[in-house]
């Protein structure tokens, strides 16, 4: 173990920034390629219907729920530089916001009366996720600290070990629960032996949480949290009216056209995430020009690559999609006209995520809650009516009304603080 250890960690210094580059982005790959794999898996060895099941559980209610234990704290403790709170201060919270998680997601399929089998395999993907939600603390402290590569090594070994575990137990057999049981037992192993074990070899990780501090980190995260939160339920509210007004293979179907966003989200994550830290010391240090123009490169890069992703949904999307889902090959060929509106909300949503950040860095999260709250809304009002009027492709118009609206208004929130900081400046 203490071989292996060494050699996660690796010697020092030595190429830092080329591994923090390389490992962020096999990391946030493997990660992301997950979803899309075992959705694929699961429709193609147990069925439509539980494909839409798993659907589900893994990438909505169960990513829900990573949201709750998630707490919003991420984007914080990156860029917490002063070390304002210690490791020790965002651990012990997210042990709270984890155990409050499991307890929603137990109520919320209470008050549902699914199925023995949908009830067991959504408990399960939400015990995997909030693991997962704990792992990001520890891997929050890995970049906070410089080590980036570490975060990126984190996500890439544990997903290949709880996905090969989950795979060779699927297909040997057929049994959605099993392989559920089984991804989560390697997702604890996962969790121990690549954030535990390897945390504790770092040097100058403060451990310690002073009397109060937990509960003054939740003041300062109440608002991210509630926003994250409001966040994923835009993201999912018409993942949630198809799963509440049609069939499980219905889902399955949406579920489908939906996964090209999760390379959207990826390639969103590859150009922002390495930024964060050196934007956040740019706005610290009054370099307003030098922030403005580091949001632009990123703007123009996502924007250059939504319009390949588009062109490619449109001419090779629904065909690619057949091929990995021959089952559900027959639901999807009507499904080009949804499969590009979804690739356009991707695109929106992407470019949310940027301006989402780069709200929390000006630290104006209380108009990031407000927007949430706005759209949260607006969710509500139209995710079902459209999911019953149109059924998918009415799911799809759903989500990228949404997420236009969300990036058109913290777009405007984020020239707003920039005129302003420029303004207090002369």
Same mark, same amino acid.
């Given at each position: 173990?203490?071989?292996?250890?060494?050699?996660?960690?690796?010697?020092?210094?030595?190429?830092?920034?080329?591994?923090?580059?390389?490992?962020?982005?096999?990391?946030?790959?493997?990660?992301?390629?997950?979803?899309?794999?075992?959705?694929?898996?699961?429709?193609?060895?147990?069925?439509?219907?539980?494909?839409?099941?798993?659907?589900?559980?893994?990438?909505?209610?169960?990513?829900?729920?990573?949201?709750?234990?998630?707490?919003?704290?991420?984007?914080?403790?990156?860029?917490?530089?002063?070390?304002?709170?210690?490791?020790?201060? $965002?651990?012990?919270?997210?042990?709270?916001?984890? %155990? %409050?998680?499991?307890?929603?997601?137990?109520?919320?399929?209470?008050?549902?009366? $699914?199925?023995?089998?949908?009830?067991?395999?959504?408990?399960?993907?939400?015990?995997?996720?909030?693991?997962?939600?704990?792992?990001?603390?520890?891997?929050?402290?890995?970049?906070?600290?410089?080590?980036? $590569?570490?975060?990126?090594?984190?996500?890439?070994?544990?997903?290949?070990?709880?996905?090969?575990?989950?795979?060779?137990?699927?297909?040997?057999?057929?049994?959605?629960?099993?392989?559920?049981?089984?991804?989560?037992?390697?997702?604890?192993?996962?969790?121990?032996?690549?954030?535990?074990?390897?945390?504790?070899?770092?040097?100058?990780?403060?451990?310690?949480?002073?009397?109060?501090?937990?509960?003054?980190?939740?003041?300062?995260?109440?608002?991210?949290?509630?926003?994250?939160?409001?966040?994923? $339920?835009?993201?999912?509210?018409?993942?949630?009216?198809?799963?509440?007004?049609?069939?499980?293979?219905?889902? %399955?179907?949406?579920?489908?056209?939906?996964?090209?966003?999760?390379?959207?989200?990826?390639?969103?994550?590859?150009?922002?995430?390495?930024?964060?830290?050196?934007?956040?010391?740019?706005?610290?240090?009054?370099?307003?020009?030098?922030?403005?123009?580091?949001?632009?490169?990123?703007?123009?890069?996502?924007?250059?690559?939504?319009?390949?992703?588009?062109?490619?949904?449109?001419?090779?999307?629904?065909?690619?999609?057949?091929?990995?889902?021959?089952?559900?090959?027959?639901?999807?060929?009507?499904?080009?006209? %949804?499969?590009?509106?979804?690739?356009?909300?991707?695109?929106?949503?992407?470019?949310?995520?940027?301006?989402?950040?780069?709200?929390?860095?000006?630290?104006?999260?209380?108009?990031?809650?407000?927007?949430?709250?706005?759209?949260?809304?607006?969710?509500?009002?139209?995710?079902?009516?459209?999911?019953?009027?149109?059924?998918?492709?009415?799911?799809?118009?759903?989500?990228?009304?949404?997420?236009?609206?969300?990036?058109?208004?913290?777009?405007?929130?984020?020239?707003?603080?920039?005129?302003?900081?420029?303004?207090?400046?002369?």
């Amino acid at each position: 173990m203490e071989a292996l250890l060494h050699l996660i960690i690796g010697n020092g210094e030595k190429n830092q920034e080329k591994r923090n580059f390389i490992w962020n982005i096999i990391g946030s790959f493997l990660y992301a390629f997950a979803s899309m794999v075992l959705s694929i898996a699961v429709v193609q060895i147990a069925g439509e219907d539980a494909g839409g099941i798993f659907t589900f559980a893994f990438t909505t209610f169960g990513q829900h729920m990573f949201m709750v234990a998630y707490f919003g704290i991420r984007p914080f403790q990156i860029t917490d530089t002063g070390n304002q709170y210690s490791f020790g201060d $965002y651990l012990g919270l997210r042990h709270i916001t984890c %155990a %409050a998680a499991m307890a929603t997601g137990f109520g919320y399929v209470m008050i549902n009366g $699914y199925t023995f089998e949908k009830t067991a395999v959504v408990l399960l993907m939400v015990a995997y996720k909030v693991i997962d939600a704990l792992a990001d603390t520890y891997e929050a402290e890995f970049q906070r600290s410089g080590r980036l $590569y570490l975060t990126g090594k984190s996500n890439a070994f544990r997903t290949l070990l709880s996905v090969s575990v989950f795979l060779t137990v699927l297909a040997s057999t057929k049994v959605l629960v099993t392989a559920s049981v089984a991804a989560v037992a390697a997702q604890i192993a996962g969790f121990l032996i690549f954030d535990v074990l390897v945390i504790r070899k770092l040097p100058e990780i403060d451990w310690i949480s002073q009397a109060g501090k937990k509960f003054r980190l939740f003041k300062d995260n109440a608002l991210l949290f509630l926003s994250a939160v409001l966040d994923f $339920y835009i993201f999912s509210a018409s993942k949630y009216a198809i799963e509440r007004c049609m069939a499980d293979r219905d889902m %399955a179907v949406y579920g489908a056209i939906f996964m090209p966003t999760s390379v959207i989200n990826l390639v969103a994550g590859f150009v922002i995430r390495p930024y964060l830290t050196k934007l956040a010391l740019s706005w610290e240090l009054g370099e307003v020009k030098r922030y403005v123009r580091t949001i632009g490169q990123l703007a123009g890069i996502i924007a250059a690559l939504s319009v390949l992703a588009v062109g490619g949904a449109w001419f090779l999307g629904i065909p690619v999609l057949s091929l990995l889902y021959s089952n559900i090959g027959y639901a999807l060929r009507e499904c080009r006209p %949804a499969l590009v509106m979804i690739i356009i909300g991707g695109a929106l949503n992407a470019y949310m995520n940027l301006f989402y950040y780069a709200l929390v860095i000006m630290k104006l999260q209380p108009f990031i809650f407000t927007i949430y709250g706005i759209v949260g809304a607006l969710a509500v009002l139209i995710s079902t009516p459209f999911v019953i009027s149109g059924g998918i492709f009415g799911g799809a118009l759903a989500y990228t009304i949404l997420t236009g609206t969300l990036a058109a208004m913290f777009g405007l929130v984020v020239l707003f603080g920039v005129i302003k900081k420029v303004r207090s400046k002369h």
